[in-house]
């Protein structure tokens, strides 16, 4: 069952899809372990096993599980991490003011508004924050939240500690967080920002920002392939449990995708 949710992830499939896939691919049959003569579970008996391992906190047990197996294996480097957050339309309709001005909120509570960067419109769902390995492009961390959370409320979180340097451009630079991490021997290597007594950055941490977004890069390549490659472009379930339960699916297929690729390379 929990290879089925595998398959589910790594090819954005809803449940009834991938009881479709399970019953007519020998490929996904044989990744699971069905004999040609097995049933495939229905798409209320895998909704129900994802529900289960959410709602028991074993999807956070799987992923550290993974980490620890990746670790082994020596595929992660540790060189860096790099922390990015990226926003998920819900599939819930978005809350309303109908022709009469009465209020139709949203089915889905804990979905929020959140502006999208350098775009025009916004979104309204979730946001998945990460912390990439640097080098090896595996997930180390992630956190999912309202799309309205600012991305350095969870980033001390995404930070294992293990990590040589941490990459992350200015949404994520405070004078706390930085010293915090000189303190740890980790070196802070957070983009800045102007603000009102300096509205202009001077040349050095102009030069300074545009070295770390030239190292932080390639954090859009891991968003790239959860979204173009493993369709991650919308939460299918509505609450942020089952949200989170969604993102930790799809970064643990991402993670096995992403070693295989490694071991083969």
Not at 52 to 80: N, T, Y
Request: glycine share 6%; net charge positive; proline share 4%.
């Amino acid at each position: 069952m929990f290879k089925a949710l595998l398959l589910q992830a790594l090819y954005g499939l809803s449940e009834r899809e991938l009881e479709a896939a399970l019953g007519d691919r020998l490929s996904f049959r044989r990744f699971v372990g069905l004999s040609i003569e097995d049933a495939a579970p229905d798409h209320t008996t895998l909704n129900r096993f994802r529900n289960g391992l959410a709602q028991a906190g074993l999807l956070e047990k799987l992923f550290s599980e993974l980490d620890r197996q990746l670790e082994q294996a020596g595929v992660i480097l540790k060189r860096g991490t790099m922390l990015d957050a990226t926003l998920i339309e819900a599939v819930s309709a978005r809350p309303r003011t109908g022709r009469d001005g009465q209020e139709h909120p949203s089915k889905d509570p804990d979905a929020a508004f959140a502006k999208r960067s350098g775009k025009a419109g916004s979104t309204f769902g979730y946001k998945a924050h990460v912390g990439v390995d640097e080098g090896s492009g595996l997930i180390r961390s992630v956190i999912t939240t309202p799309a309205n959370v600012n991305d350095t409320a969870p980033a001390d979180a995404l930070i294992l500690s293990d990590e040589k340097v941490v990459w992350a451009d200015a949404a994520y630079h405070t004078h706390r967080r930085e010293a915090a991490l000189k303190a740890k021997g980790v070196k802070p290597r957070l983009m800045r920002r102007a603000n009102k007594h300096h509205p202009q950055l001077p040349p050095r941490l102009k030069r300074y920002n545009q070295l770390i977004a030239r190292r932080r890069a390639a954090v859009e390549t891991t968003f790239a392939t959860l979204k173009n490659r493993m369709k991650l472009t919308s939460i299918r379930y509505v609450g942020l449990a089952k949200a989170r339960a969604q993102v930790l699916m799809a970064a643990m297929a991402f993670n096995m995708r992403r070693w295989t690729c490694i071991a083969t390379a």
